[in-house]
């Protein structure tokens, strides 16, 4: 009953259940970590990771030990949770092989051309038409490089973040990609060369905080989906969070992710709308686990034990294992969320979108 109950409130905050009327519809958020395993958290059982503000977040809602994503790798999980299908339907799934840059590719690399689907309705474009939601984007895209495939022209209203990543370029580990900060369509620096990558996940939780506080004063909901980098190779943490875990530069990474956590969620709680905003954390696949993915990086950015956790699951990023697509998931809706639920059911990125 209780699992049925949550779908039915995420159907809900999703605006599919909204009647023509002045009912207050929900703010909603979803966290979208990268690479993050399902032993990562300290609410997961990780015995060196700190991880405070998802735990409370936990214990203020519903923590799921069955949530999965729908793809063990970056851009089919993605395009599962904003399109509510299966990535093989959208096409955003297929061959490792780049070679022809118009076959798409299981991941979009920095020279692809391919992108989701234009004659996809994204959960976006559905919360704009069912319930004139305003949208926002914040830190990795990774549905389409060419700026045709950003954000904006798949139903969001603003874009703060990367079209791909924060590096490296799969096809040639050696260099870092000339990747692009982009503010909507404009360019606002290059990382690793005008912008210090340490600062990156400080400019993403700070834009959070910032549109939050502005839409709090809007009459319509809003959406905001904070899809930062970490916890995706090559390894970064800012000034602050840098040797504060006993994991290491990986678990610095998850401490600084879950200070951002903390942070969105205390501007709502300080905003007084908590009461009105659903909030839902997970990932996109699970840890890193590969070794040849470090060979050619700068050591500062490659921790020999860089990979995350999927604790007593066997597996990782890119297997079909339960490592690889077994996720944390946290639902977060004081006064409609019940506080301190625990479930086994089965639950999914796709159920987020709620289409039928």
Not at 20 to 34: L, M, Q, R, W
Not at 91 to 99: A, I, K, L, Q, V
Not at 196 to 222: G, S, W
Not at 343 to 351: A, P, Q, R, W, Y
Request: hydrophobic residues 35%; charged residues 20%.
């Amino acid at each position: 009953r209780e699992i049925a109950k949550m779908r039915t409130l995420v159907l809900f905050a999703l605006g599919f259940f909204f009647k023509a009327s002045s009912t207050a519809k929900p703010n909603i958020v979803i966290i979208f970590a990268d690479d993050l395993g399902w032993g990562d958290l300290s609410c997961y059982g990780h015995p060196t990771i700190a991880t405070p503000n998802l735990d409370q977040m936990a214990r203020e809602g519903m923590r799921f030990t069955q949530f999965y994503t729908a793809n063990a790798i970056c851009t089919p999980s993605r395009a599962a949770l904003l399109t509510g299908r299966l990535p093989v339907r959208s096409g955003m799934y297929g061959t490792w092989n780049n070679s022809d840059k118009n076959v798409m590719t299981q991941v979009l690399h920095a020279d692809g051309i391919g992108s989701l689907p234009k004659n996809e309705t994204t959960l976006p474009a559905q919360l704009k038409a069912g319930a004139q939601y305003h949208s926002k984007i914040i830190g990795k895209w990774h549905l389409g490089i060419l700026p045709d495939s950003w954000p904006l022209n798949y139903g969001f209203d603003e874009f703060f973040g990367t079209p791909m990543m924060h590096g490296p370029n799969e096809g040639d580990q050696s260099v870092f990609p000339d990747m692009q900060l982009i503010n909507n369509t404009n360019i606002v620096g290059r990382l690793y060369k005008d912008i210090d990558i340490h600062t990156l996940n400080m400019r993403y939780i700070q834009e959070a905080v910032d549109y939050i506080k502005r839409r709090a004063e809007e009459t319509d909901p809003f959406f905001l989906y904070f899809a930062p980098d970490n916890t995706h190779i090559p390894l970064f943490a800012s000034p602050q969070f840098q040797n504060t875990s006993a994991r290491g530069l990986f678990g610095d990474c998850v401490q600084e992710l879950d200070y951002g956590v903390g942070e969105i969620l205390s501007t709502i709680k300080d905003l007084k709308i908590d009461g009105n905003t659903f909030v839902f954390f997970t990932s996109d696949n699970g840890p890193d686990r590969r070794p040849d993915m470090c060979k050619s990086l700068p050591g500062e950015f490659c921790d020999p034990t860089r990979g995350g956790s999927a604790g007593l699951l066997r597996g990782g990023k890119s297997t079909t294992w339960e490592g690889g697509i077994r996720e944390p998931g946290i639902g977060w809706w004081p006064g409609v969320i019940k506080a301190g639920q625990i479930t086994m059911e089965l639950g999914s990125v796709m159920d987020l979108y709620g289409k039928r």
